[in-house]
């Protein structure tokens, strides 16, 4: 392993092609390596056709035992993935009542919960949840349960912090600006992330995270596995990512992995809209 | 600290660390070795006793650990840190505006594309002078920006770039959801909310005119979009859902879209 504080430059790489009509249908699918036309496995930051800043990749920057205690909190965390369609890449249907009829609600079909129950799939989410409709945003539950599986997430959240603060000042800026308005309970420390989610054992669909836009979320795998690329197909590209690497990226386009291998955990930080309403 | 340690350093003087004291070991103009000690009223020289043992070390170092000490940065490279960190700020600033710039190119493209589509055949060229060359566009920087938006849509409008995945995984996911929409397309279709007034009798012969639910995807404004979640989530929530069906049964008769007669299978109006 390298080592993990010492500096590394970032490479630029500019994109050439930009695929966003040809993406438009692929909400709820699931990435395949044919989407990708590069794979990228460095310290890198990617420009658009455009030369806007889409994604920074820092290659082994977290240290392996803030590593270890974050996986710890991934495998701790127990919350069944139902209430999220299009990260499971399946979509929301109707409930059936026993008694035959449909039911009112929506919800993601049982066989597909017992295919994420097999893999041990499970979510949590740390900080603060969006508010909708009138309501305002609030603190996840599991925040306030335990407390202490927030703090052990803390050093590698402050670390990926430092390195938007310094790489990517722009969106930190405009994401620092939204989180200071709101309430300092709905802030994860002096960081400007409003919430972190970690979510393990999930082949991931094409989805859109719908959060603060015009910023980047922060991506870091945990765990011991091989595979899981995270593909973002309008630029055709996907992020060979492993444990101890930190990603920024706009979660607003949608992205997805591969499938994997072994045991994973992704802990991702961002500021979710709405915050100060 | 307790440990002797010492510094060679570029400048060809040394320092010693013994005893939790810094001494300094610099050439004088005589060329003989002088040693001085630090101390809060700055650097004094050290006995001779104490130089004659410092010197001993300094002839022996190989058996002292050496250490190296971080030199402290001077003024010039803090300064030559400071511009090159504004140097990638404004760098950043051009990329943020040349951004801009190519973005707008290619919109501009689309426009003209279209523009030259509806100008009649042959007035084009006359048309654009006259409209686009006096605000400082000259043609074939027009037909650059044309090229490059064609270029855009031709590349990114080809679907079949994204074939469905093929893995396992994806696959036992896909046939479950179809499974389940499936079971739901063949479920009865009355709720059991609708049903509360009627003899709900389970596994009972499907309506074909029940009720059923339409997943609505309309887009609007956020004031709007607020008030009408609060009207869902309120006990009037049936009054919102049957204007709606109103309101939208109203339109179809408009626009003219027929629906299936259940009873009889024949269209109506």
């Not at chain 2, 006259?130 to 270029?151: C, N, S, W």
Request: proline share 5%; with cysteine; net charge negative.
């Amino acid at each position: 392993m390298n080592d993990y504080r010492g500096y590394q430059p970032l490479r630029p790489i500019q994109l050439e092609h930009d695929f966003e009509a040809a993406t438009s249908h692929l909400e709820g699918k699931h990435p395949d390596s044919t989407h990708r036309d590069r794979t990228i496995d460095e310290n890198a930051v990617i420009m658009a056709p455009s030369t806007k800043i889409i994604a920074a990749l820092f290659k082994q920057r977290i240290d392996p035992q803030w590593q270890k205690q974050a996986f710890e909190v991934g495998l701790s965390v127990n919350n069944r993935i139902d209430n999220r369609p299009g990260v499971i890449g399946t979509e929301s249907l109707l409930r059936i009542n026993k008694d035959g009829t449909l039911g009112t609600y929506f919800a993601t079909a049982n066989g597909v919960m017992d295919i994420l129950d097999d893999d041990d799939a499970r979510d949590g989410l740390f900080g603060a949840v969006k508010g909708r409709g009138t309501r305002a945003a609030r603190l996840s539950p599991l925040t306030t349960k335990h407390p202490e599986w927030l703090e052990q997430l803390r050093k590698p959240i402050e670390l990926a912090d430092q390195l938007y603060s310094k790489y990517l000042p722009t969106p930190y800026a405009i994401q620092l600006a939204e989180v200071e308005r709101a309430s300092s309970l709905l802030r994860l420390w002096h960081t400007a992330f409003s919430s972190a989610y970690i979510i393990r054992n999930v082949r991931s669909g094409y989805h859109r995270d719908g959060n603060l836009p015009g910023v980047m979320s922060v991506l870091m795998p945990f765990g011991q596995f091989t595979g899981a690329e995270l593909v973002v197909p309008r630029w055709r590209i996907a992020f060979a990512l492993q444990p101890g690497d930190v990603l920024f990226f706009d979660a607003e386009e949608f992205h997805g992995n591969l499938p994997f291998e072994g045991e994973r955990a992704s802990l991702i930080c961002y500021c979710t809209g709405d915050l100060s309403k | 600290m307790t440990e002797t340690v010492i510094q060679i350093r570029v400048d060809g003087t040394a320092e010693i660390y013994q005893g939790g004291r810094q001494h300094l070991r610099v050439l004088g103009d005589d060329g003989e070795p002088r040693w001085h000690k630090r101390t809060s009223q700055g650097l004094r020289p050290v006995g001779n006793h104490r130089a004659r043992r410092l010197e001993r070390i300094y002839a022996h170092r190989e058996n002292v650990k050496a250490f190296r000490r971080r030199p402290r940065l001077p003024a010039e490279v803090v300064a030559a840190e400071a511009k090159s960190a504004y140097i990638v700020e404004l760098e950043q600033r051009a990329f943020d505006w040349i951004a801009r710039g190519h973005e707008a190119n290619i919109q501009l493209g689309r426009v003209f594309l279209q523009l030259k589509d509806i100008i009649e055949y042959g007035d084009w060229e006359a048309y654009f002078a006259e409209k686009f060359e006096t605000r400082g566009i000259p043609l074939r920087t027009g037909q650059h920006y044309m090229q490059l938006a064609k270029d855009a849509d031709a590349v990114s409008a080809n679907v079949e770039l994204f074939p469905e995945a093929t893995d396992p995984k994806a696959q036992a996911i896909n046939r479950a959801t179809e499974q389940a929409s499936e079971a739901v397309s063949n479920a009865d279709p009355q709720s059991s909310v609708h049903q509360a007034s009627e003899s709900a009798v389970p596994g009972a012969e499907k309506l074909e005119d029940g009720p059923r639910t339409h997943r609505l995807a309309i887009r609007m404004m956020q004031k709007q979009w607020s008030r009408i979640s609060t009207l869902w989530s309120s006990e009037h929530r049936g009054l919102g859902e049957a204007a709606v069906t109103d309101c939208l049964m109203e339109v179809c008769d408009r626009c003219g879209i027929a629906s299936i007669d259940p009873q009889e299978g024949q269209t109506r109006i």
